[in-house]
């Protein structure tokens, strides 16, 4: 973790949001040969990268109903409570989202209509190992099923031995995932994408995962839909001198300890601040079990920024536009007003962002890399469409005629012009 | 025109959906450079590539005041009224989907927010040449516009002698752009996406254009957000033995005379209307200006579907997911509840789609390629961005403390548990 003078390191920005960037030749050609041998030979190639990329050849892909009880029955009562309440609060936020298809009735004739319905069937990935979160499953499970998505299917890779971890199926249960299937990366994404033998073909695919992961799901995406493509997490705190040193050193770290690439960002208008943080960090760091990644993170992405002003402060957050924004001053609800762009934003000292990862209700997958500027939070939009609907009357038509003709032809497209005055027996032939 | 059998050329609809991918190597280095240049050498780069590609040096890329003057003289009065009143009909339509940010307290000491607010600059893509249409930048804008975007900044080609189409720019001004550059092509969208020093920086790009346009959208998408990349324009019209065969020959031209990519597909129950149609296309064909188009595109991409009833035609329909469905038949209000993927649904016979296009108030960029599976209409949507507002007071997080510390240490993350437990002096040191 080290001071940075901003108007010196421009650099400093440019590398943060390059972090999201994929441009590696050998990965694309990787992935484009799995999504190839999946497309062709389906369940076969899967089962084959299974055992080349997880170490084991599986009989079935899918998790059966025994395996799902065995799960359950292997997760503390006190975490499936846990992760009850977390999906009643994220069920609270997210069905504010939920909206109606609309309809004008103009002039007793025309009736014009926006439809508003779920996706068919819809994809979820969610990655093993070390980054296997049951918060994620409920994250990305729950606003498709409000959505009223009428399938869900999960798909994840399997341990060496063939199990998956207990919680990850248990979050899946308690959030109504309909189907999960052990396959992870590329291979993965592309039979959601295109469907095999065994894994049904999906309308849109949702959740995070490695490189492979979101090369394959750019790959696919315009056959399937696909969320964002995001790049790796990212905390901005902003604090003044009434902030804890204590809360954003902790805060920093939890962000810092997802991988190496996270980036954890202090701005702070009061320099004592910078010291009192970093020292805090190397006194807290000594209780974390990743802190060989929470150190190289903070080595790579970590900085603090000193401002001279919360004015200058707030210019730093908002050419950032970061994923998750921290307010630690003595009036977030005054501040928060001139954040143009975040994922998430968190008021004051007792909302740290893990409230918001796990609990709270809003979605924790957000825009990354300053994507805030257009991109918006995963929700119920997410895993809806929209159709249009037209009916005008004969009169109605003929009401508009003259100047839906007019457009056409201005736009030198005289077939369209036909189709509207063939129905008043008015094209010459 | 002819007559496919759809259980036996299951080939076409693989043909269809492949319309739209963009993989050629020559377009992709060419956009790569292209990109690369405006990005080191700004405006001094856009007046090359304009001079190359469009055929004159410019001095200034930004329109003027007395242009944009001139260009509403040189429109007719009729044309001016015509189009403000497809902007009222658009903008009625577009206002109803807009909504409000909203808020939950829960027990008191909780708040969760989710802001919707517009994007800040908005640039909107309007094709030159024969594919200027002054509809365009209504679809685009207005939408815009309604969300409350600060500035929409419009981009085209110029003509050769400098200019461009008035009926463009009357649109433009109707619409309310705030600025227009002459700059077209892949040159364009990099100045939109990084900025010149006369072009600014926009946080999304939205608007149709050629193979280089779609492709430099899909390179700078991530840096700024785009709208879909859209394909070839396609009509499906369902119809029984109810349906005018003048009527549909006329749709599927308007349709196809859009370019030689277009796709006009007929699916009927009845045999006899196969018949009819193909003989009313080769008579309507002689009144088209773009007939040569026109044939080629019916040669490539029109196809005629008969199949054995109403129920078996509603499959057809959902297995393309048509950009444009109109349905023709004699109860069309009870036929569109069975369509599940469609752009744009257009009931009953005074309902062509130039209604859609030009005037009703719908917009006219709509999911291509099948993707109506899970992609909308261009809306309000578009141009709007969400943030999460998170705030626990110190209870709140007490109450809570327990369930997130038990999830963060199920995830392994002791950091985002520390983060909980440091604010209750519970981290041991």
């Known amino acids: 973790?080290?001071?940075?003078?901003?108007?010196?390191?421009?650099?400093?920005?440019?590398?943060?949001?390059?972090?999201?960037?994929?441009?590696?030749?050998?990965?694309?050609?990787?992935?484009?040969?799995?999504?190839?041998?999946?497309?062709?030979?389906?369940?076969?190639?899967?089962?084959?990268?299974?055992?080349?990329?997880?170490?084991?050849?599986?009989?079935?892909?899918?998790?059966?109903?025994?395996?799902?009880?065995?799960?359950?029955?292997?997760?503390?009562?006190?975490?499936?409570?846990?992760?009850?309440?977390?999906?009643?609060?994220?069920?609270?936020?997210?069905?504010?989202?939920?909206?109606?298809?609309?309809?004008?009735?103009?002039?007793?004739?025309?009736?014009?209509?926006?439809?508003?319905?779920?996706?068919?069937?819809?994809?979820?990935?969610?990655?093993?190992?070390?980054?296997?979160?049951?918060?994620?499953?409920?994250?990305?499970?729950?606003?498709?099923?409000?959505?009223?998505?009428?399938?869900?299917?999960?798909?994840?890779?399997?341990?060496?031995?063939?199990?998956?971890?207990?919680?990850?199926?248990?979050?899946?249960?308690?959030?109504?995932?309909?189907?999960?299937?052990?396959?992870?990366?590329?291979?993965?994404?592309?039979?959601?994408?295109?469907?095999?033998?065994?894994?049904?073909?999906?309308?849109?695919?949702?959740?995070?995962g490695n490189i492979y992961v979101a090369m394959a799901k750019k790959k696919v995406s315009g056959y399937v839909g696909i969320d964002m493509i995001a790049g790796p997490s990212e905390i901005l705190i902003i604090a003044d001198k009434w902030a804890n040193p204590k809360y954003i050193a902790a805060d920093l770290i939890s962000q810092a300890e997802h991988d190496e690439m996270a980036a954890a960002i202090l701005v702070t208008d009061w320099e004592p601040m910078a010291y009192k943080v970093m020292e805090e960090i190397e006194v807290q760091l000594q209780t974390i079990d990743r802190k060989e990644i929470v150190k190289k993170s903070l080595e790579n992405y970590g900085a603090i920024i000193v401002t001279s002003c919360m004015a200058e402060s707030m210019d730093v957050v908002n050419a950032i536009g970061p994923e998750h924004l921290e307010i630690l001053t003595r009036d977030p609800f005054e501040v928060y007003k001139g954040v143009k762009n975040a994922g998430a934003i968190f008021l004051g000292e007792y909302s740290p962002e893990a409230v918001g990862d796990y609990f709270a209700g809003p979605n924790h997958t957000l825009p990354t890399s300053s994507t805030s500027r257009f991109s918006s939070p995963l929700g119920v939009d997410d895993f809806i469409k929209k159709t249009s609907l037209i009916y005008y009357s004969k009169t109605a038509l003929e009401r508009s005629k003259n100047s839906i003709v007019r457009i056409a032809e201005e736009e030198g497209l005289t077939g369209h012009a036909n189709s509207i005055r063939v129905r008043f027996g008015e094209v010459e032939l």
């Open 1 to 208: 973790m080290r001071i940075i003078d901003i108007s010196k390191e421009k650099d400093f920005l440019n590398k943060l949001f390059d972090r999201s960037k994929l441009e590696m030749d050998e990965v694309n050609k990787k992935v484009d040969k799995i999504i190839w041998d999946v497309k062709q030979n389906g369940d076969k190639a899967l089962k084959e990268y299974t055992k080349e990329y997880d170490g084991l050849m599986l009989e079935n892909l899918l998790v059966s109903k025994e395996e799902m009880e065995e799960a359950i029955k292997n997760t503390s009562r006190d975490l499936l409570e846990d992760l009850t309440k977390a999906k009643e609060n994220i069920m609270k936020f997210h069905k504010k989202q939920l909206r109606n298809s609309y309809s004008l009735y103009e002039e007793e004739d025309i009736i014009l209509s926006q439809l508003i319905r779920p996706l068919e069937r819809v994809g979820i990935y969610i990655p093993g190992g070390k980054a296997a979160y049951p918060s994620t499953v409920l994250m990305n499970a729950i606003p498709a099923k409000i959505a009223g998505v009428k399938e869900i299917v999960m798909i994840t890779p399997p341990c060496p031995d063939g199990s998956i971890k207990p919680s990850i199926l248990a979050a899946a249960s308690i959030a109504g995932v309909d189907k999960i299937y052990k396959v992870g990366g590329a291979q993965g994404i592309a039979a959601l994408a295109f469907g095999t033998e065994s894994i049904p073909k999906v309308d849109k695919i949702t959740g995070p």
